[in-house]
């Protein structure tokens, strides 16, 4: 009788205990404003709440709609942390005073500095914790390997008629070429935007998985693309996608000079945050190598953090596990996209 009196005031214990638990965790929450949406990511965020008792309420929308959303909620935004994918779209959000400059050791220590925002007294806005590199695609039948072996060549009259982007006002364009007029400098980098016009074999439309397609259906002879839409089609359950990527040929560009052109998948701290703490210690959960396993594979891309080794069966099959990136900063996004917009005016880039 005594003993089982003893073993209810336990149970009461356990549960008043695990009650509080719940209430406590309830009080920590932080609230995400994403533009992923892969189903491997649940993992990366349910790891977080158990481990720091941080609830996380998401709200999912295109990049598009995060911004305006931002706009439009102001001062009483509940965001705390921001998720967006490509330099351009981070340095437009950034320009629109969306973020907040944040300071943290960890992540100083595990994000190259080339991956983030320019720094300021403040601290650091936006944070790369993926990357994708901007690929070469090319029709071997058409092109031989040694005409596109750079972004420079694909300027080349020898390529004339055989080129097809997407828009080149598009944020994967808008960042490469804030990187190649970084590089060549404001004349040259103009004259190269002025060759890429000149070599189209169409005015430029569609996405990036469309401009591969339309290299294997002949269309076009030599295209841009980010690795990841290369990778899914690589791994697509459709054989008309695998025969796609059969038929054309991947080069990672520069490879003997500047290196490939890589852009982010990354994370800000919201402006009007209200669990600024929630969310750093967030960012700094995403450069561990457990979450970036996850923020990488979720999209085929590769870990940003320093010493992450790459496993993506598909990225090692295009020749892409070993390549020589692009080192610029990406806050040169920021300082060039409106000169490469006007840029791209003046030479009738659409
Ligand atoms: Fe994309």
């Known amino acids: 009788m005594l003993l089982r009196r003893r073993i209810a005031q336990l149970v009461g214990l356990v549960t008043l205990a695990s009650l509080s638990h719940v209430a406590l965790a309830q009080d920590k929450v932080l609230n995400i404003y994403s533009a992923r949406h892969y189903q491997t990511d649940e993992v990366m965020y349910d790891t977080f709440t158990k481990t720091t008792g941080i609830k996380i309420n998401r709200v999912d929308a295109d990049d598009a709609g995060i911004v305006a959303r931002l706009r439009a909620e102001g001062a009483a935004s509940p965001a705390d942390v921001i998720l967006l994918v490509d330099a351009a779209r981070m340095a437009a959000a950034d320009s629109q005073g969306l973020f907040q400059p944040i300071k943290s050791a960890k992540l100083d220590a595990a994000i190259p500095a080339h991956l983030r925002a320019t720094p300021t007294a403040d601290g650091v806005t936006w944070t790369g914790f993926s990357t994708r590199a901007r690929v070469i695609v090319y029709d071997p039948l058409r092109v031989k390997a040694a005409d596109v072996a750079t972004y420079e060549q694909l300027a080349d009259p020898k390529l004339k008629g055989l080129l097809c982007t997407r828009s080149g006002s598009h944020p994967y364009n808008l960042s490469l070429f804030a990187t190649v007029v970084e590089r060549l400098g404001d004349a040259q980098g103009e004259a190269w935007l002025k060759g890429l016009v000149a070599n189209m074999a169409r005015a430029p439309k569609g996405g990036d998985t469309d401009q591969i397609k339309a290299v294997a259906a002949g269309e076009c002879g030599v295209a841009l693309t980010n690795t990841y839409y290369a990778a899914r089609l690589l791994k ?55 979450a970036q396993d996850y923020f990488a594979n979720g999209n085929n891309e590769y870990p940003a953090a320093k010493g ?17 990136a692009e080192n610029i900063p990406l806050g040169v996004v920021a300082k060039n996209m409106t000169k490469v917009q006007q840029m791209l005016d003046r030479v009738g880039y659409k």
């Open 236 to 290: 697509s359950g459709k054989p008309e996608d695998r025969a796609v990527m059969e038929r054309v040929r991947v080069v990672f560009p520069n490879q003997g000079s500047t290196g490939t052109h890589v852009n982010i998948g990354g994370a800000a701290v919201a402006k009007h945050a209200k669990n600024r703490e929630h969310a750093i210690q967030f960012m700094e959960y995403l450069s561990s190598p457990f």
């Open 308 to 324: 992450v080794k790459v496993d993506n069966a598909a990225l090692k099959a295009m020749g892409g596990a070993n390549f020589k």
